[in-house]
């Protein structure tokens, strides 16, 4: 009888433990529920926004763009566009020649402040991997926190390797307007703390920023 008992407690246990565990993973999916319903909404709005932004775009005139971070935060150029050697593969042994490098790697003072390089809109934005507002994100898949701006003349530019964001899908920003700062996170897309800054033409082209932006 003493062993009957206990073998029955141990059952309850394991019960619970089963129960709490698939708890665990109806939370879990609920808040991905949560997310990508945020993210369709979120997705629905930019593409009427972007339906109307475009009307009223120039492709011909060209703005004149600046400098992605803070000019007093800024450090050096780590890593610059066109092919190179891939810093991330040069102890696996593997190939690391001729890889298509599509921005520059821009580094800054701890925390430096990203801006806007020229008047235009959000039309991406990704968190950076972790809690937000109590939901957790998974980030851009090579760039973590991420952001992406159309700007008046068609060209778009992109920073990868964001941590806190402060602008959000559809709002309209102004050249130099801060909208994130350089993450502090290094994870398996990146060496250390940088913003990767690229840029598209009208056509989807990547073009070399610093024909753009100056150096």
């Known amino acids: 009888m003493k062993y009957a008992i206990v073998y029955l407690s141990l059952a309850i246990l394991l019960l619970y433990a ?53 000019v007093s935060e800024y450090e050096n150029i780590s890593s610059y566009f066109g092919y190179r050697n891939d810093p991330l593969r040069r102890n696996t042994g593997g190939s690391n020649n001729n890889l298509f490098h599509s921005g520059d790697d821009i580094t800054g003072i701890r925390g430096a402040r990203v801006n806007s390089v020229a008047d235009g809109l959000v039309t991406v934005k990704y968190y950076e991997k972790g809690w937000h507002n109590g939901i957790h994100y998974k980030g851009h898949p090579y760039f973590n926190g991420y952001v992406e701006i159309l700007h008046d003349d068609g060209m778009t530019s992109k920073y990868g390797h964001l941590g806190e964001i402060l602008v959000h899908e559809g709002q309209r920003v102004e050249a130099g307007q801060q909208i994130a700062q350089i993450s502090e996170q290094i994870d398996e897309h990146s060496t250390g703390p940088h913003v990767h800054f690229a840029l598209w033409d009208i056509e989807g082209n990547y073009v070399n920023p610093l024909l753009w932006i100056g150096e």
């Not at 997705?43 to 400098?67: E, F, M």
């Open 18 to 70: 089963a129960l709490d565990f698939q708890h665990g993973k109806v939370n879990g999916l609920e808040n991905t529920i949560i997310v990508k319903q945020k993210e369709i909404i979120s997705r629905t709005g930019i593409i009427n926004v972007l339906q109307d932004y475009r009307q009223t775009l120039k492709p011909p005139a060209i703005l004149p763009y600046s400098w992605p971070v803070e």
